[in-house]
């Protein structure tokens, strides 16, 4: 099994006043590869794991909602990439940011 990426936090957490709940068990929200999918039961384990850790988080709404703006794909702020896709939020696609959905 590979390790799970090295991954920068956000620019909001740089300065953070306290450790956040995510750092600590980053696998949970940021699977290796699709070992997880989040169809399987495993997967929606993992899901509600780092949603209880998200709970706890004093930065759980700024973090989802730099999820949302930048179109990040895991578990941010409680959400999933397709919960966040569902709710009209892109997916960050070849570098591009996520933006709010137009409707026509």
Not at 16 to 37: M, R
Not at 77 to 102: C, F, I, L, M, P
Request: net charge neutral; charged share 20%.
């Amino acid at each position: 099994m590979s390790s799970p990426p090295d991954i920068s936090p956000p620019h909001f957490l740089l300065d953070f006043p306290v450790t956040v709940p995510c750092s600590a068990h980053p696998y949970l929200f940021h699977p290796p590869g699709d070992a997880f999918s989040d169809s399987k039961p495993q997967g929606r384990t993992r899901i509600s794991e780092a949603r209880a850790l998200c709970a706890t988080c004093p930065a759980c709404t700024s973090c989802r909602d730099w999820a949302r703006e930048t179109g990040e794909f895991g578990i941010w702020g409680g959400e999933t990439d397709s919960e966040r896709a569902n709710a009209g939020y892109a997916r960050r696609v070849h570098g591009v940011g996520g933006r709010k959905a137009q409707h026509v």
